[in-house]
């Protein structure tokens, strides 16, 4: 069945950096665009970044833009976020998602998500 | 940039309709997502482009979307349905992904 695990979440002092993984299976990962969004505590969704099927090309929110690098391996079947100069506003459930539709540009809906790894930045 | 905007909250009855909305700037003109999430899990998307269904999601489901509301309609209420929704659309203005705050759905 369709699968996404993601990993590498912790607690982080404002200023480092981090990386988080996502480890896709079940699906033609290479075929479809994939995207990262987190969820601050009690708060809402936020799209935090987008990655074309081929990594050709990317798009990120304007709280990121800058700081976070979005990337993938095709040949291993893992979506990627290089998170840097970190700040405590960056705390979130970090949840990868797939987009709805093969190689489809704009984005379309999320379908499936992960189940999210935490993101703590503090001190 | 494009907003979103969803009322906090709506209640119903059980065996009663849910409609929550999304405003946005001629929203009309773009395709809308909507999501469901229940304590502690994923998101899952229950409508998308509009009014379209996954595959397991209930025919209750529904959505409209024209001028400057979207709306998701859940027919039936079922205490199941309790959950956060939440709107999405793509801004090509911007290109950005957009969602709304989001709305708790309460089942009286």
């Known amino acids: 069945q369709v699968q996404l695990v993601e990993s590498g979440g912790g607690v982080v002092q404002p200023g480092r950096s981090l990386e988080l993984s996502c480890a896709a299976s079940?699906?033609?990962?290479?075929?479809?665009?994939m995207h990262w969004v987190r969820q601050a505590p009690g708060k809402g969704l936020e799209w935090v970044a987008f990655i074309w099927y081929d990594g050709s090309t990317k798009y990120y929110a304007d709280s990121v833009k800058g700081r976070f690098t979005i990337s993938r391996d095709n040949s291993k079947n893992t979506l990627f976020l290089q998170m840097h100069t970190l700040r405590p506003e960056d705390t979130a459930l970090y949840y990868c998602?797939?987009?709805?539709?093969?190689?489809?540009?704009?984005?379309?809906?999320?379908?499936?998500w992960g189940q999210g790894t935490l993101v703590t930045v503090s001190s | 940039s494009y907003v979103l905007t969803q009322p906090p909250s709506v209640s119903v009855a059980p065996g009663q309709t849910a409609r929550i909305t999304c405003g946005g700037n001629?929203?009309?003109?773009?395709?809308v997502h909507w999501y469901q999430q229940k304590p502690g899990q994923a998101p899952v998307v229950v409508v998308y482009?509009?009014?379209d269904r996954p595959s397991g999601i209930p025919e209750r489901f529904s959505g409209s979307n024209s001028g400057n509301t979207a709306t998701l309609t859940i027919s039936r209420i079922e205490a199941g349905d309790e959950a956060d929704y939440s709107c999405q659309v793509w801004d090509r203005n911007s290109e950005h992904v957009v969602f709304g705050g989001g709305t708790k759905l309460t089942v009286l």
């Open positions: 482009d509009d009014n």
């Open positions: 079940g699906f033609t990962f290479f075929s479809y665009g």
């Open positions: 998602a797939t987009d709805g539709v093969m190689a489809a540009h704009p984005p379309n809906w999320f379908d499936p």
């Open positions: 001629n929203i009309g003109s773009k395709s």
